[in-house]
């Protein structure tokens, strides 16, 4: 058999696991299709220029005749985008993938994921490394790949040759005398074999970042590479003429990737965890896309040189064997007889000494999950690493592959991997690096944080206005695109639908028809599909479901599953401020409250969406002020209640008065309210042009974690947000709303009541008794008591409820839910999972859909269409 076939058999095993697991007829190309990623197949080239950055492409050629291929990102992505030069003296940083990978592991994520296009973003020079025999680097100046000669490599080759031939090209074509290195796996291992070897190239290196170090591996507990070290797979391997392993073929880009993983992605999951160790950090819909590059191939003599690791848990040479008499105890070799001998001088191969490592500077990122990197040959790599100075040794719960293929690597590794290359580089040659990062501890006094944060924003603000051009290089391309924009520019159809309620106001939804694969092809969505309406928060807007990336918004996931989604907007916010009477310049438009959205807005648009789509039900999705309309809406009305299948509540809302919010709190103790109100305003928190353009496209675009910490005051503190994205959220939140909504909420915070709008009464209080008229209490004229009505819960039957709460929530606290949910009938709630979120998460966090969407939607699945 020729090394091909057995690559192409060994590939093909894994295809038939994968397509095996599923017992559905999948095998039609055209309906395959449809859950095909665009990204799949794409190459390293491709996929960055398909994320709008400008590319090279660089030839290096080792002491040792090796040519490898190098890929550059010299710009940001502004600088691309207005193909401008890029800006000068830029630090360098170099990335070297790990085994059976390529460079393509550091650009396979979207553009806040990925690392390379993060260091980019962050103003750096950014190198990426293709070891000799992967996909991009498979030329020789003698040999082919078709030559046994070619794959008469291991890792210390790459050690030996490749570093230093592309640490060397990087520094001499850049200009730059020293550089970062970031390795991973094999290329931390490689790192630390040549700089055992080489101090003056380790000198070089002003940082050594090493995700899941690899040196020492007798305690490995991956399965699979375990039975293969220890059956000796390699050595067969050997004997049959097998030089080249696992390349990346047509098998595997257009079967293992296109079908088996495109329709069974977690099969596909399963086998990778199997190898590396269990995880829930790779977003498993886009595996299809990292396996159509990889495994990128190497030889089978460097999986040997791993097998061997393995087996006598070394970290040396090359052992190329002897063979030996053994005679009174004594081991009789030959030089005839031993490669070793005639190799190193020596019967053992020489070990690679780490304690001669003073030099680079190095921080150790591990995996507690990882059976490639273990604890234990990790702490013997510590252990060794006597004379090395490690800046950082951070653990995280990782498998091998989530340091590149993680969805959250950016905020659980790679901000703190940035914070210290930037120590070690001239920080006036940096764009600028942002971190994201959690909240810090509350602070006592919060008028003196919030005065803090604005003189943050100030501080900020002023370099940004001054050098505005600069400025642009850190605003995402989402900032200021609005909801119907945004969904555009994801490739989704949207429609915009005007609703009228029975009080006059005419309301915007936006509907989401098809699924990706639907909008890009062009076809007609399919019939009948079920409906979910969505409805925001508290000076929110439709915008809150799509701001995202396509696998973690809600309106787009459920697009995705098949569903007929509608995104509603209350009256007031920035989609629904038309009516058939009033404009916004009428005090008589913005006299309405939550109440009057529970009992019109909600009915109004539930209808509409049941009228246009065909169905007699639907699933509802609440979110904050969304939660509470439907409280109002469905007890007042249960026939309405009863055309709604489901109805998720997250972070639900109905008694505040045990609320922690330190901003929201204080307006509703100070009734800054009703001094709002005094003076005329009646619209609260519009969006506008100075959200738009300064504070959202400026400062939060340079200083996130300032907005960010500013947010995290309202909602409570949460890390589970992309804080460099944090100025494309505020570019459309807050929506607004009226001040007598917000007076409403602050009403139910200081009374805590959960009731219609208290106009107020003036009584005069004798012998304990209250003496009220109805020329001077209005309560009495709206309601006919001198207290507003309490909304009775208990009616709400229907329909059937899932609690989904956070446990930073400030804003819909425990004690605040608990009162709900003792006042809602036994039946009503039939899901309730508390999450470490705060209140914006729900909808912002990167996160939410392992955390949230993904209970939400079995629980919507399950009573889908079900009456009562």
């Known amino acids: 058999m020729t090394r091909r076939g057995l690559t192409l058999l060994l590939t093909l095993s894994v295809a038939l696991l994968a397509i095996a697991s599923t017992t559905l007829v999948r095998a039609e190309t055209e309906v395959a299709e449809a859950n095909i990623d665009p990204d799949d197949s794409l190459t390293v080239m491709e996929i960055v220029q398909r994320r709008g950055y400008y590319i090279e492409e660089h030839k290096v050629t080792t002491s040792d005749n090796y040519i490898l291929t190098m890929y550059r990102l010299p710009k940001t992505y502004v600088e691309s985008q207005l193909n ?78 490749d570093m230093p031939a592309m640490i060397n090209y990087v520094l001499d074509t850049s200009g730059r005398s020293t550089l970062s290195y970031v390795g991973h796996s094999e290329g931390t291992m490689q790192a630390f074999a040549g700089f055992s070897l080489d101090q003056d190239l380790a000198k070089k290196v002003s940082y050594f970042g090493a995700l899941a170090p690899v040196a020492y591996l007798g305690h490995i507990t991956s399965p699979i590479f375990e039975l293969m070290a220890k059956t000796y797979l390699d050595v067969l391997f050997t004997i049959l003429g097998v030089g080249a392993f696992w390349e990346t073929n047509w098998l595997i880009q257009g079967i293992l990737a296109k079908y088996a993983c495109a329709f069974v992605d977690e099969a596909c999951d399963s086998i990778i965890n199997a190898l590396t160790g269990p995880s829930d950090n790779v977003n498993t819909t886009r595996v299809q896309v990292y396996v159509s590059q990889t495994p990128a191939g190497t030889s089978v003599k460097n999986m040997a040189h791993f097998a061997q690791g393995i087996r006598d848990n070394t970290f040396r040479y090359y052992d190329y064997g002897c063979s030996c008499l053994q005679a009174l105890g004594i081991n009789l070799c030959s030089k005839l007889i031993c490669k070793n001998k005639a190799v190193y001088g020596a019967f053992e191969p020489p070990n690679f000494d780490l304690s001669a490592i003073k030099y680079p500077r190095m921080g150790l990122y591990t995996g507690s999950n990882d059976w490639l990197a273990t604890s234990t040959d990790i702490d013997q790599l510590r252990a060794s690493l006597t004379d090395a100075t490690i800046l950082t040794d951070q653990s995280v719960e990782y498998n091998h592959l989530d340091f590149t293929w993680g969805y959250n690597a950016n905020e659980l590794i790679y901000q703190d991997l940035l914070t210290q290359v930037a120590k070690f580089i001239s920080k006036s040659a940096l764009f600028g690096t942002r971190p994201i990062q959690a909240l810090p501890a509350m602070p006592p006094h919060p008028f003196q944080e919030i005065l803090l944060l604005l003189l943050c924003v100030t501080v900020f603000l002023h370099p940004a206005l001054a050098v505005q051009a600069e400025v642009e290089a850190a605003v995402d391309p989402d900032a200021g695109l609005d909801t119907t924009q945004i969904i555009q520019a994801r490739g989704y159809v949207v429609e915009t639908h005007k609703v009228t309620t029975s009080d006059r106001y005419v309301l915007t939804m936006h509907r989401l028809p098809k699924s990706y694969a639907e909008s890009q092809s062009g076809t007609a969505a399919a019939a009948n599909k079920p409906v979910v309406y969505m409805q925001h928060g508290l000076l929110d807007s439709s915008y809150t479901w799509v701001l995202n990336y396509r696998n973690q918004s809600l309106a787009f996931i459920l697009a995705d599953l098949g569903y007929d989604v509608w995104l509603g907007n209350n009256r007031g916010n920035t989609w629904s401020k038309e009516h058939l009477d009033y404009t916004t310049a009428n005090d008589k438009f913005w006299d309405f409250t939550w109440e009057d959205m529970g009992n019109y807005d909600l009915p109004a648009m539930i209808k509409y969406a049941l009228r246009i789509s065909g169905r007699s039900t639907l699933s509802y999705i609440g979110h904050s002020e969304g939660t509470t309309q439907a409280f109002v809406g469905f007890s007042n009305d249960q026939e309405l209640a009863k055309s709604v299948s489901y109805f998720g509540a997250l972070t639900p809302v109905a008694w505040t008065g045990a609320a922690t919010s330190p901003i929201l709190v204080t307006m509703a103790k100070t009734y800054i309210d009703s001094w709002f109100q005094v003076f005329g305003v009646n619209e609260f928190s519009a969006n506008n042009a100075i959200l738009q353009g300064i504070l959202g496209k400026y400062a939060c675009a340079w200083a996130g974690v300032v907005c960010d910490g500013f947010i995290d005051l309202i909602g409570g503190p949460s890390d589970n947000i992309n804080a460099s994205r944090v100025h494309v959220y505020v570019t459309q939140t807050p929506a607004g709303s009226s001040v007598k909504n917000m007076a409403h909420y602050a009403q139910g915070i200081r009374d805590n009541t959960f009731a219609s709008y208290d106009y107020g009464c003036s009584c005069l209080r004798v012998l304990g008794i209250s003496l009220c008229s109805t020329l001077i209490c209005e309560n009495k004229v709206k309601y006919g008591s001198f207290d507003p009505p309490t909304f009775a819960i208990g009616n709400m039957v229907y329909p059937r409820t899932g609690f989904y709460n956070g446990a930073q929530d400030t804003l819909a606290t425990k004690t605040d839910i608990n009162k709900l949910r003792a006042g809602l009938p036994d039946d009503t709630i039939v899901y309730d999972k508390t999450i470490d979120f705060g209140h914006i998460d729900f909808t912002w966090g990167h996160n939410a859909h392992a955390n949230v969407y993904d209970d939400l939607i079995s629980q919507i699945q399950l009573y889908e269409g079900k009456s009562y």
């Open 84 to 161: 401008a030069s890029a800006a000068a003296n830029k630090p360098a940083v170099y990335l070297i993938h790990g085994l059976l990978d390529s460079s393509f592991t550091y650009v396979c994520n979207f553009r806040n994921q990925s690392l390379a296009f993060i260091l980019a973003d962050a103003g750096y020079d950014v190198w990426l490394g293709n070891n000799r025999g992967t996909t991009w680097s498979n030329q020789h100046v003698t040999y082919t790949t078709d030559d046994d000669e070619y794959w008469a490599f291991s890792w210390q080759e790459m050690a030996i040759y």
